[in-house]
């Protein structure tokens, strides 16, 4: 046996599952297409369960080098609805800030990360599993599938089902410009929603998801004349990146000797900023099963009990988002009652208001341990659990 996990895919997901593995002692090696797969298209807001999660794997971020937000502010229109999280903030991480600590992290704990190399292929057996790499072979005891949105081994395993008719997409970029606010603002028009997320002192990402092929981001920017207005002067740090449709169906997250974490288990929109954090507590959970000798098919019900709520939410938002006299009532009924939107985000982020700050999968059960090994079988020493600064 070459390694006990090969992961298809070195997105943060991909990541998270290498250094949740090699803390529990056992061996990993991350497979990445591309050669430099740290930039993506993503509204870069982490909730405060993905930013406890990073804290769990003990991912240490720069001083600095991203924002953190206390909450959400929803406007539209004349309407602006603000609540706070309860359980601490979230936090604004540039994608290539947030994937270079977590690959450090990954290759802290023992974890082989080979950039420009994809998994093209496998054969499995009832002892392990053989993959095949851009790179030659690999025997594993186990292949992950965490190579996103649009999963090639979600594909080959047959575990693709299909989309609705919704076909959405979005488009971001950076822009040089202190943060005008240290919350997250999503601005709402008919159509198309806005995202605008602190992510360093000078710095905040802008992201518009809308229905439709070919957007354009100086386009999408017109359809919000506050936003335009707040972002006239400022310089485009980078590039606009695209990605979508977003919409992706699984039958299941497992096959034989497979399993799916991340984009690549299923995905709905990223209305609700959940992606990251729920991808993260996959992995969590996926390793957990896969070490204590728990069936794929155990990791699959955690996995669907985690993200029903999730999923519920994110669909009620689409829903409403689809219908503008209904969503502009609905942001003027969470502006006149904030106890109302805080009841809301904390649903969101924990699956119940009445446990404020308690994670939907069992935490402690899988926090890292120290101790684990390379894939060469070196033993390793961790640096203790440190998150991001405050
Ligand atoms: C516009 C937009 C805004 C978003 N906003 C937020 C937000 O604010 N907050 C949040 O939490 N989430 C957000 N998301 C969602 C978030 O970006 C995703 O949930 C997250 O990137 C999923 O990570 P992943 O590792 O599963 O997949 P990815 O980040 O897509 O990584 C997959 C990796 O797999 C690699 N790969 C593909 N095929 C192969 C193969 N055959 N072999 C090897 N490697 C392969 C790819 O090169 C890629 O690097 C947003 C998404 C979009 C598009």
């Known amino acids: 046996m070459d390694c006990d996990l090969v992961i298809a895919g070195a997105g943060p997901i991909g990541l998270a599952t290498a250094i949740h593995a090699c803390s529990r002692g056992l061996s990993a090696v991350v497979l990445d297409r591309r050669s430099s797969p740290e930039a993506k298209a993503c509204g870069e807001g982490i909730m405060p369960r993905g930013r406890a999660a990073l804290d769990a794997m003990g991912v240490s971020l720069p001083p600095l080098s991203f924002a953190a937000f206390p909450g959400i502010r929803f406007i539209d229109g004349a309407s602006v609805a603000e609540a706070r999280f309860h359980s601490g903030p979230g936090a604004g991480i540039p994608r290539t800030t947030l994937w270079r600590a977590l690959a450090a992290r990954a290759e802290a704990v023992g974890g082989t990360v080979e950039l420009g190399a994809a998994v093209r292929n496998w054969t499995s057996g009832r002892d392990g599993i053989r993959v095949e790499t851009d790179r030659g072979s690999l025997n594993a005891r186990l292949l992950v599938g965490a190579d996103g949105l649009h999963s090639r081994i979600r594909k080959l395993a047959r575990l693709e089902r299909p989309a609705s008719r919704r076909r959405r997409f979005g488009v971001r970029q950076h822009f040089d410009i202190e943060p005008w606010t240290p919350f997250v603002e999503v601005h709402w028009s008919d159509g198309c929603e806005a995202y605008v997320t602190p992510v360093g002192p000078r710095s905040v990402g802008v992201a518009f998801l809308a229905s439709g092929h070919g957007l354009?981001?100086?386009?999408?920017?017109?359809?919000?004349?506050?936003?335009?207005?707040?972002?006239?002067?400022?310089?485009?740090?980078?590039?606009?990146?695209?990605?979508?449709?977003?919409?992706?169906?699984?039958?299941?997250?497992?096959?034989?000797?497979?399993?799916?974490?991340?984009?690549?288990?299923?995905?709905?929109?990223?209305?609700?900023?959940?992606?990251?954090?729920?991808?993260?507590?996959?992995?969590?959970?996926?390793?957990?099963?896969?070490t204590v000798g728990e069936s794929l098919a155990a990791y699959d019900r955690a996995y669907r009990r985690a993200a029903r709520i999730h999923v519920l939410l994110t669909k009620a938002m689409l829903s409403i988002s689809a219908r503008p006299t209904l969503r502009r009532w609905a942001i003027r009924q969470l502006a006149l009652r904030p106890r109302l939107f805080e009841m809301f985000l904390a649903i969101h982020s924990n699956g119940t208001a009445a446990h404020i700050g308690t994670p939907s999968w069992p935490a402690t059960r899988n926090a890292p341990a120290g101790g684990g090994r390379s894939a060469a079988g070196k033993p390793l020493h961790h640096s203790s659990a440190r998150g991001p600064a405050r």
């Open 216 to 290: 354009r981001f100086a386009d999408l920017r017109k359809r919000f004349p506050l936003l335009d207005e707040r972002l006239a002067g400022a310089t485009p740090r980078d590039r606009e990146r695209g990605a979508g449709p977003f919409d992706q169906r699984t039958v299941r997250r497992y096959a034989a000797r497979v399993a799916l974490v991340g984009d690549a288990a299923g995905y709905v929109d990223p209305l609700t900023g959940e992606g990251l954090s729920l991808g993260f507590e996959s992995a969590r959970e996926l390793v957990r099963t896969f």
